[in-house]
């Protein structure tokens, strides 16, 4: 982390819990660059998780109120906060299984009313923490520790679920493309209703090495090679694309 | 921590409400701001009026997707800085408990209305229970305690929210009320004073929000927003919310003081009532709406002349246990008539050196004083 983004680490925190070469490291400082841009106050920011590697990203390194919740429930005790005090700017950080797997449900609630939360899935496409388990998120065929043949289903696209589901604003990046992650958490930010990025954070212990992608750099290199933007899809195959992952700004 | 007396929502007199209906006014009499909830038989007439009241006062009401989103929205709400509560009934008080364990170890102030019916599952929705009063205590994983009241009466469904508020903002715990669907639905006259006396969270600047030595063991609470950057987590954690999940020392300190903040003041959280104990030879412990049709039951034995009362526990957690043991002393028999299997009954033995008889029915029916007197003319 930074010199300057230092002021937004509650003091006392030492170091991140995240395996060398985790996606989510990265997006912790993203997220706070993106607040450093805008010159949030984080005295009125309340940073919400789940349970899982992800939910840690904000909890308890961010200098603001943080709650870290139960598995699946951060959309729920956000609502409640946000909507008795709307003057809190409330931001819910954590990880696709436990936002889209076990929480799936209050995800598509709490964007149907569209209530002003700035909601970040760290998306790994698997379960991190408790050792490689399948997701919602699991591209079908990836190799995880319930899945040794491949996964036989297909996963959510989360940005058209929520899209579908109500949210007003809605985006897609990999911590491989920071400076539109930036951009993009700066928009969802200053957005008011349910905003969701989907943020692709590469997990090599977990992911990477069941999927032939041993080391972490491997990781970083193909989510570099497969996210594409919308509009670069337009001119490839079938085929081609099916093996891209698309990125942009759905909804804004 | 202080208390303060604030003027009732209705002008001093009385009123004819629903159980449902007073538990709500009394909830608006504490100060409740924030109401989520799930509708579900028989307690859907509280979310309903409170969905009214509150749009009416400003404050905040909101229908949730399920009960396990609505006791998560209040614990948040809680933090914000709302007197919060949520009201179910068993299948909805059954999904919420993981997040009563959470409110529980992060001493969050809630307040949950279990409007019981007949249980197990989805049982006689509409039909009466209380068999969801040990889940009350021990439906979370893990050592930890809550605070739960059994009204009796229309009246008490307003007076018990209203003090399930104030003492679960003083010691910073989930309160439940533990209705059934008999109290629920019972329509009777309720006395309002002019003012009512609430409690409010104990407030200091740069106070440890999670650990206290001495007072009373419940620290201060700070709400989000205040500058006082919180860290709230499920997991074990120390004084200033930092987790702990390692440390033994850290575990066993927690969770020894969420016990005993409650533990050691049970003298002034649980509340009896003794009816016609003094000369007792047999006593009846009942709660609910079973202590009405107990208290029937004891008056007309005692007509014919049987040495009988009864003990009333308004209190059911912390359990009333010296209250308990103090009769069982007295008397050679205690019967316990109860909707469900004998939950209390075999609570009320631990205490007693006496003959414990449990009455139990789980028909969906309330316990009729006949049933309780042949019980009584039979030992
Ligand atoms: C009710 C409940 N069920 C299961 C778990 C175990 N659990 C903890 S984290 C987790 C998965 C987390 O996955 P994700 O949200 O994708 O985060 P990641 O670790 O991948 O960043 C699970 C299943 C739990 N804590 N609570
Ligand atoms: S298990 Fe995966 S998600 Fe969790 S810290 Fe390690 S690399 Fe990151
Ligand atoms: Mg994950």
Redesign the interface.
């Known amino acids: 982390m930074v010199r300057a983004l230092e002021k937004y680490i509650?003091p006392?925190v030492k170091s991140t819990p995240f395996c060398p070469g985790c996606g989510h490291g990265i997006l912790m400082g993203l997220i706070l660059r993106a607040i450093d841009d805008l010159k949030m106050d984080?005295?009125?920011m309340?940073f919400?998780s789940g349970i899982g590697c992800a939910a840690w990203i904000p909890?308890?390194h961010y200098?603001?109120?943080?709650?870290?919740?139960?598995h699946g429930?951060a959309l729920?005790?956000?609502?409640?906060?946000?909507?008795?005090?709307p003057?809190?700017c409330v931001m819910v950080v954590s990880g696709d299984g436990d936002l889209s797997s076990i929480g799936g449900?209050?995800l598509i609630?709490a964007a149907r009313r569209d209530i002003d939360l700035k909601v970040i899935c760290a998306n790994n496409m698997i379960y991190g923490m408790t050792g490689g388990q399948a997701a919602s998120t699991t591209p079908r065929g990836s190799k995880t520790s319930t899945t040794g043949e491949g996964n036989p289903y297909r996963p959510f696209d989360l940005c058209k679920l929520v899209e579908g589901a109500g949210a007003t604003y809605v985006s897609r990046f990999s911590v491989t493309q920071p400076i539109s992650l930036i951009q993009s958490i700066k928009k969802a930010l200053l957005h008011k209703g349910f905003s969701f990025i989907e943020a692709l954070s590469p997990c090599p212990t977990q992911f990477g090495r069941r999927n032939l992608l041993e080391r972490p750099e491997d990781m970083i290199k193909d989510l570099i090679r497969r996210c594409i933007l919308e509009e670069e899809a337009e001119g490839l195959t079938e085929e081609e694309r099916a093996e891209k992952i698309i990125t942009g700004e759905f909804l804004s | 921590m202080a208390s303060r007396w604030v003027k009732s929502p209705f002008p001093k007199g009385t009123y004819y409400f629903s159980g449902n209906e007073a538990a709500a006014e009394g909830a608006i009499a504490a100060g409740c701001r924030f109401y989520a909830g799930y509708p579900i038989t028989p307690s859907s007439e509280l979310m309903e009026r409170m969905a009214v009241r509150l749009n009416e006062i400003g404050g905040v009401f909101i229908q949730m997707e399920d009960e396990i989103a609505s006791i998560s929205a209040v614990i948040g709400a809680s933090w914000a800085g709302a007197r919060a509560m949520t009201a179910t009934s068993g299948p909805g008080f059954s999904l919420m408990q993981e997040s009563i364990g959470y409110a529980a170890f992060t001493e969050t102030p809630c307040v949950i209305i279990d409007v019981q019916r007949a249980g197990p599952c989805t049982g006689q929705a509409t039909k009466v229970g209380s068999g969801d009063i040990m889940q009350a205590k021990w439906g979370s994983h893990g050592d930890y305690q809550v605070i739960a009241l059994s009204p009796w009466s229309s009246q008490e469904m307003y007076d018990l929210t209203l003090r399930a508020f104030n003492l679960s903002e003083q010691y910073r715990v989930p309160a439940m009320v533990m209705a059934d669907e008999a109290i629920g639905h019972l329509r009777e006259t309720i006395r309002v004073a002019a003012k009512v006396e609430v409690w409010d969270r104990k407030k200091k600047k740069g106070g440890a929000p999670f650990d206290i030595e001495g007072e009373d063991g419940v620290p201060p609470m700070p709400s989000f927003g205040e500058g006082e950057r919180l860290s709230v987590t499920g997991s074990t954690h120390d004084a200033y919310g930092f987790r702990k999940t390692d440390d033994p020392k850290a575990h066993a300190r927690l969770v020894e003081r969420i016990n005993k903040k409650i533990l050691n003041h049970k003298r002034s959280i649980i509340e009896t009532e003794d009816y016609l104990l003094e000369d007792a030879e047999m006593a009846v412990v009942a709660y609910g709406f079973t202590a009405r049709t107990s208290l029937y039951a004891v008056k007309r034995m005692r007509k014919d002349g049987t040495k009988v009362g009864m003990l009333r526990l308004k209190t059911l957690w912390p359990f009333p246990d010296e209250a308990v043991a103090e009769i069982g002393k007295k008397v050679k028999k205690i019967i316990v008539p109860e909707m469900n299997l004998g939950q209390v009954a075999g609570e009320v033995k631990k205490y007693v050196p006496c003959d414990v008889i449990s009455l139990s029915q789980t028909n969906g029916e309330v316990i009729q004083p006949d049933t309780i007197m042949e019980m009584l003319r039979k030992i």
């Open positions: 509650r006392g984080m005295k009125k309340l919400v909890s308890p200098n603001g109120d943080t709650l870290h919740t139960l429930r729920a005790f956000a609502t409640g906060a946000k909507l008795y005090n003057d809190l449900n209050h609630h």
